[in-house]
């Protein structure tokens, strides 16, 4: 797996199904909630289900070898 992308939100919490959609892993939200309560996403390195999980700035979450961190607007963390 490659160094994990940093996907800029504008507040946290953000809920996990939100935050795959909007860092482009799915097309839609009906597809991020069916990967997440199938086991396929991981928060932290640990399989995810809850599909509201709240996310903070410096979570990773992976999907299919992709993985992505949440970076808050301001925190340092942005790309």
Not at 11 to 24: H, R, S, T
Not at 33 to 44: A, D, P, Q, R
Not at 64 to 73: E, F, P
């Amino acid at each position: 797996m490659n160094s994990p992308k940093r996907v800029v939100v504008r507040e946290v919490p953000i809920e996990l199904c939100q935050f795959i959609k909007f860092a482009g892993l799915t097309d839609t939200g009906g597809e991020a909630k069916y990967l997440i309560s199938e086991g396929h996403v991981t928060v932290n390195s640990e399989v995810e289900t809850r599909k509201r999980r709240k996310l903070q700035a410096g979570d990773e979450v992976a999907l299919n070898g992709q993985a992505i961190v949440v970076a808050l607007r301001g925190d340092g963390l942005g790309s």
